[in-house]
């Protein structure tokens, strides 16, 4: 079997305030990570605005440029490279709109780029796994995207602007939060969208931006072992007090408890957990039943906390 692609060209690069890309195209993909920096981008004729995390693709013959920056400056990662699997191609031609870094987008990026002119047949195998598999995001977020509905929540009987509410935050959760761009996106009144959302759901707009948010916290303590700090910043609050508070709130445990119980259970005890929580296993749910569900893990998690230093202590009496 050939290669899925091929890597031409992977940098990092910067540029200074004031500076700008005039239009060109590129007969490949071109991907970028926006490390730092708020850039604008024009991309075969859309405004792009994008910040740092966002990770875009532009497709080939897509003519594109970067409009003037502003203070701060722009510092990305730039790969262009050529797809040579029919099917990702196929459905990457287009321009989608960029996705947010979950936490890994990043490191996986990191290492293409310090690494990509590496040759070793093992490192190639390597980059072309961690890229095929980045492009499958496209791909899956533009399904999601052309498919607007809840990923968690059952939303029959709600009206489309509560159900528009529910699908910007869970594509959007990382981001910095502001009710009045929102409520403007949606022509409708500030108080008329809280409203509304608060009689077709039962919670506050903030009350799920909150839930979406440690949802995803609570799957990078158990699953991926992310200190706390690297957690609160991938999740999109800003301050890690009000998000410790928040995950107390939800989960009825701390952060720092819960990722400690997840880091003393056994792989197996992690999956079981999540398999039988519908909000982390992805099946729809009302949204009463999925803030439960956060409840639950928390019981789960002081459980193996209680059961992990039970066995401390027996084996300390036991010495």
């Known amino acids: 079997m050939g290669q899925l692609l091929d890597i031409i060209w992977g940098n990092r690069s910067a540029m200074a305030q004031g500076q700008q890309m005039q239009e060109h195209s590129h007969s490949c993909h071109q991907l970028y990570y926006i490390l730092t920096g708020d850039p604008v981008f024009i991309i075969s004729s859309e405004k792009v605005h994008v910040h740092s995390g966002s990770c875009f693709l532009i497709p080939p013959a897509s003519p594109h440029q970067m409009l003037t920056l502003n203070d701060e400056g722009l510092q990305s990662y730039e790969i262009k490279l050529i797809i040579n699997d029919p099917f990702l191609s196929g459905h990457l031609q287009q321009f989608l709109p960029p996705l947010e870094d979950n936490g890994i987008l990043k490191e996986m990026l990191t290492y293409v780029v310090e690494n990509y002119n590496c040759y070793n047949a093992e490192n190639a195998r390597n980059i072309e796994y961690i890229l095929s598999a980045l492009l499958m995001r496209f791909f899956i977020h533009r399904v999601h995207y052309e498919n607007p509905g809840s990923r968690f929540i059952l939303t029959e009987g709600y009206s489309p602007v509560t159900r528009a509410v529910l699908v910007h935050i869970e594509k959007n959760f990382q ?6 761009p929102l409520a403007e996106k949606l022509h ?7 409203t509304l959302f608060r009689k077709n759901t ?10 979406v948010r440690i949802r995803q916290a609570v799957i990078f303590f158990a699953f991926y072992g992310l200190d706390v700090f690297t957690v609160c910043e991938s999740t999109g609050f800003r301050n890690s007090s009000y998000f410790s508070r928040s995950f107390k709130s939800l989960v009825s445990i701390s952060p720092r408890d819960f990722r400690r119980a997840f880091s003393t259970g056994t792989r197996r005890e992690v999956l079981d957990c999540f398999m039988q929580e519908p909000i982390l296993n992805y099946r729809l749910c009302s949204m009463k039943e999925a803030f439960l569900s956060l409840k639950n893990t928390g019981q789960k998690a002081m459980k193996l906390l209680q059961e992990y230093h039970l066995t401390a202590r027996k084996e300390l009496a036991a010495e």
């Not at 981001?175 to 009045?180: K, Q």
């Open 202 to 211: 039962g919670v506050t707009i903030i009350d799920y931006l909150n839930f």
């Open 175 to 180: 981001r910095s939060f502001s009710l009045p």
């Open 188 to 194: 409708y009144s500030r108080n008329y969208l809280c």
